[in-house]
C-alpha cells in the first residue's frame, strides 16, 4: 500500500507560481509510474502530467505544456508539480496519483493509477 499526501496547493492571482508536492510512505515510489491529475467544480477529474518510474519519461495535458513541470526524488520518495503562469482555469483540486508498478495500466487514465492523495486545492484569482 500506498500513501499519497498532497502539499503546496492556495491562492494565487493570474501569472503566480505554484509548487505541488506529493509525499509517499508505506514503501517506495522508486518502482512507480506518478501523476497529477484535477478536478475543478463539476466537471471530471482529468490528466494534468505524469512522470516515470525513472523519471527518465514525463507528458503533459496540452493545456498545462509549457507551464507546468513533473519531477521526482524517488530517494525522498517526493514527486513535485511545479506550476507557472497559472490561469483561472487552473482552479481544481489536484491530486497525487500511484500506479502499482512501472508499466500497468494507461498514463493518462484514472483507471493507470492505483493509490491516489486526498487533493490539495488551487485558486487562481483572475
Known amino acids: 500500500q500506498v500513501q499519497l499526501v498532497e502539499s503546496g496547493g492556495g491562492l494565487v492571482q493570474a501569472g503566480g507560481s505554484l509548487r505541488l508536492s506529493c509525499a509517499a510512505s508505506?514503501?517506495?515510489?522508486?518502482?512507480?509510474?506518478m501523476g497529477w491529475f484535477r478536478q475543478a467544480p463539476g466537471k471530471e477529474r482529468e490528466f494534468v502530467a505524469y512522470i516515470s518510474w525513472s523519471g527518465g519519461i514525463s507528458d503533459y495535458a496540452d493545456s498545462v505544456k509549457g507551464r507546468f513541470t513533473i519531477s521526482r526524488d524517488n530517494a525522498k520518495n517526493t514527486v513535485w508539480l511545479q506550476m507557472n503562469s497559472l490561469k483561472p482555469e487552473d482552479t481544481a483540486v489536484y491530486y497525487c496519483?500511484?500506479?502499482?508498478?512501472?508499466?500497468?495500466?494507461?498514463?493518462?487514465?484514472?483507471?493507470?493509477?492505483?493509490?491516489w492523495g486526498q487533493g490539495t486545492q488551487v485558486t487562481v484569482s483572475s
Open positions: 508505506g514503501r517506495t515510489i522508486s518502482s512507480t509510474r
Open positions: 496519483a500511484a500506479s502499482r508498478d512501472r508499466y500497468s495500466g494507461n498514463s493518462y487514465l484514472r483507471s493507470g493509477y492505483d493509490y
